[in-house]
């Protein structure tokens, strides 16, 4: 067995910083303290440590640095935009990792319009993406309320969802292909763009693998033609039992509709006072629904909706008149976490998901765990597949608040379990979860994943400490290898 890393020496550093000067370029490997402190954290509350950051412009490069990290026997984290909200690009352990950040590998690389698969590099922003395919009629159909900023290779390693994966499903069913640079930095093909590709679905593993498998250089994605009609209906209640109920009410009428969300008193009057929308301010709670497809399909579906949500109590159910009406909604649902801003200088977003029939009653312990904990919480949500997203606003300054936080944090998270629900609808595990695995999970349940996740990870070099209780990396303990050694 090699001798054990400790912490690293300004020696060891210097000595990483060069190597991976040599395989990418020095201007693009940066170990200054502000740099190291900006990439120490994503947008959830958890900071870490990294010993180095660098930013990689092709696959060639991804395995360069990879195997570097190799021969330093340091361990790496994967990074897209460092939107994640459970610490899952947070580089966290007692060897601070090496960051690949693939902010600069945001190239378009392949549109074909027939056969509606895009190759693409992981940097891309998501919404990028939709635009840049706009001309061809059609989209990325995973939307998440980050996608101004959020990159492709992240939806892909978080199993990203969004309003609308409601009606076409999460980021895994929009992944045809993957090329990974391996844990032991070589590069390999998982899936294919073929209707059935060959052997084990490896390319179903590594989507939510959380960036623990290895580092996505280009993905194939599925493109989704754009909705020839689409209609958008603003439905408010006077309580939130009865917009909860009226949530199952639409879907047991037989209507999926593209998107269903839902927004409580606090954030409709946040959002209100930044988009200038025309959101009803006393309503208890607001339900944004969009339906489309042919013309005369949505026009059914609407009066459909419209009729449902009003037996379910609606005051009124307004149809957007137009596009910009339309775009002026989406905006404030969209923009809903950042206008928070106007309340406190921080939240915390929780990602829970419970089964549509229990959101009235897991709501209302929601509601009363904040209260219990002397907390202001807003809801804005995915309603239409019972994902939640108590958002808890709150100033860190204030001594003892963050533990407040922490601690109604986790009492929703039970309380969403005891209802039959799961830990994360698509923020993901990372960090900010890991201890409450075993709240679904059993022993043998874990160990299943432990083995899938070491068949690409034997020495926990990548992404270390996350999503398992006990994710530990043995990438400092590994005998030390020449150069080359992995090449
Ligand atoms: C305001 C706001 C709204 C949000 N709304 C939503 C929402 O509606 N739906 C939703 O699902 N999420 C949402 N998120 C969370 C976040 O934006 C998504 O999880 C997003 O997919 C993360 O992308 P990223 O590029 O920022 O990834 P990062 O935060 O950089 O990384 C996320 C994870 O992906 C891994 N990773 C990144 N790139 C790669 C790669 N190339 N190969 C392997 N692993 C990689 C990292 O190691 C990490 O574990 C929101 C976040 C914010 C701040």
Not at 70 to 92: D, I, N, Q
Not at 328 to 342: E, N, P, T
Request: charged residues 20%; glycine residues 12%; aromatic residues 4%.
């Amino acid at each position: 067995m090699g001798q054990t890393v400790g912490p690293m020496t300004d020696a060891a550093t210097a000595a990483l910083v060069r190597d991976l000067g040599e395989a990418l370029e020095p201007s693009r490997v940066r170990a200054d303290p502000i740099e190291l402190g900006l990439y120490a954290r994503d947008a959830s509350l958890i900071t870490g440590q990294a010993s180095v950051v660098c930013f990689p412009t092709s696959t060639e490069e991804v395995a360069a640095a990879v195997r570097v990290c190799r021969r330093h026997r340091r361990p790496f984290v994967p990074r897209g935009s460092g939107t994640g909200l459970a610490g899952g690009a947070t580089p966290a352990g007692p060897l601070p990792p090496v960051v690949i950040v693939t902010t600069k590998m945001n190239r378009i690389l392949d549109v074909d319009a027939d056969q509606r698969v895009a190759w693409v590099q992981p940097g891309v922003l998501n919404l990028d993406l939709s635009r840049a395919v706009a001309p061809f009629g059609l989209h990325f159909a995973p939307d998440p309320s980050s996608q101004q900023s959020c990159s492709v290779g992240g939806n892909v390693a978080n199993n990203s969802g969004g309003p609308h994966c409601l009606l076409y499903g999460v980021t895994t069913a929009h992944v045809l292909a993957l090329e990974v640079v391996l844990p032991d930095g070589s590069v390999t093909l998982l899936g294919g763009v073929d209707p059935e590709p060959d052997g084990l679905d490896l390319r179903g593993a590594f989507v939510g693998g959380e960036g623990t498998m290895g580092v996505a250089t280009r993905i194939a994605v599925r493109l989704t033609p754009l909705p020839p009609q689409v209609a958008t209906l603003l439905a408010d209640f006077p309580t939130m039992g009865e917009a909860a109920a009226a949530v199952t009410g639409v879907i047991a009428a037989g209507v999926i509709p593209a998107a269903l969300e839902m927004m409580d008193a606090t954030m409709v009057e946040v959002v209100e006072a930044y988009v200038h929308a025309g959101l009803p301010t006393d309503a208890a709670a607001v339900l944004l629904v969009e339906v489309d497809g042919l013309a005369g399909g949505v026009a059914a579906q609407t009066a459909r909706v419209e009729a449902v949500l009003r037996g379910h109590g609606a005051r009124t159910v307004r149809v957007a008149a137009d596009p910009e009406e339309r775009a002026l909604w989406w905006k404030g649902r969209k923009s809903a976490f950042g206008a928070i801003a106007r309340i406190a200088p921080n939240y915390y977003l929780h990602d829970c998901v419970v089964p549509r029939t229990r959101l009235v009653e897991v709501l209302a312990a929601v509601g009363r765990i904040a209260a219990d904990h002397d907390l202001v919480l807003g809801n804005v949500f995915h309603a239409g597949d019972g994902n939640l997203h108590p958002l808890i606003v709150f100033d860190r300054r204030v001594p003892g608040t963050l533990e407040r936080v922490h601690k109604a944090g986790r009492a929703i998270l039970e309380t969403c379990v005891a209802a039959g629900g799961c830990l994360s609808g698509e923020h993901g595990i990372g960090l900010e979860k890991r201890d409450a695995m075993d709240l679904v999970f059993a022993g043998a349940d874990l160990e299943a994943q432990r083995w899938l996740r070491e068949a690409f990870d034997p020495d926990g070099c990548c992404n270390p400490e996350k999503v398992l209780p006990r994710g530990g990396s043995r990438c400092g303990d590994l005998e030390e290898l020449p150069a080359g050694a992995w090449v």
